[in-house]
């Protein structure tokens, strides 16, 4: 059960855009739309944000939005706020062991 | 509204045993699959263990397989997670966490956690 694979660190200013990566394999990420991202602050629970790649629970903001190629999904926040700043996390099914993955964490600074 | 309670974690030794629970409410608990997830302290999520909405199937990392046993009772809305023959590094938050869509097998994602339980193995 390896981890899905995302930079340990991204940044961006308040406004602009950045996007997480989540590299997997093609018995993960490239073999099934189950990827999901969560959004995770100190001390707290991790929070939905994507699910099925790229769909937005309800009261998540439109500016998170999800992708996918190949073994990869991707992660995109738009007009970057404070708030925004927290650890991301990917998840996804596994067919090698059926089961699910986290990818190692991506912590977003907002300078 | 969802919310999941865990209870139960706390300090024990290598080789002890511990029960942890997640009270659930705010939702047709019968109906989901479960999951347990954990993280270690400064570390990323692990996912540990999944259980069917009505208990038929049980999938477990291979980290605690053969050790830790999940199970539920929808009786009283409760998920619980049994942990023996504990190593230090099963230290971590205990999270409690419902899957995404109703009757599934637990491949399509989580969408409400709880705050999580500490379990601390150390002598």
């Known amino acids: 059960q390896s981890a899905l694979t995302q930079p340990a660190s991204v940044s961006g200013s308040p406004g602009q855009s950045i996007t997480i990566s989540c590299t997997g394999t093609?018995?993960?990420?490239?073999?099934?739309?189950?990827v999901s991202w969560y959004q995770q602050h100190p001390g707290k629970a991790p929070k939905l944000m994507i699910y099925d790649v790229s769909n937005r629970p309800s009261g998540v903001s439109n500016r998170f939005s999800g992708s996918k190629s190949g073994n990869t999904a991707s992660l995109t926040i738009s007009g970057l706020q404070a708030e925004d700043e927290a650890d991301y996390y990917c998840?996804?099914?596994?067919?090698?062991?059926?089961?699910?993955?986290f990818g190692g964490g991506t912590k977003l600074t907002v300078l | 509204q969802v919310q999941l309670v865990e209870s139960g974690g706390g300090v024990v030794q290598p080789g002890g045993s511990l029960r942890l629970s997640c009270a659930a409410s705010g939702f047709t608990f019968s109906s989901y699959g479960m999951h347990w997830v954990r993280q270690a302290p400064g570390k990323g999520l692990e996912w540990v263990a999944f259980?069917?909405?009505?208990?038929?199937?049980?999938y477990y990392a291979d980290s605690v397989k053969g050790r830790f046993t999940i199970s539920r009772d929808n009786s009283k809305n409760t998920l619980y997670l049994q942990m023996n023959s504990l190593r230090a590094e099963d230290t971590a938050v205990y999270y409690c966490a419902k899957d995404l869509r109703e009757y599934s097998y637990g491949y399509d994602g989580i969408d409400y956690w709880g705050q999580g339980t500490l379990v601390t193995v150390s002598s």
């Open positions: 998840s996804s099914y596994t067919s090698s062991s059926a089961s699910v993955v």
């Open positions: 259980i069917r909405y009505d208990g038929s199937n049980k």
């Open positions: 093609s018995s993960d990420v490239g073999g099934y739309n189950y």
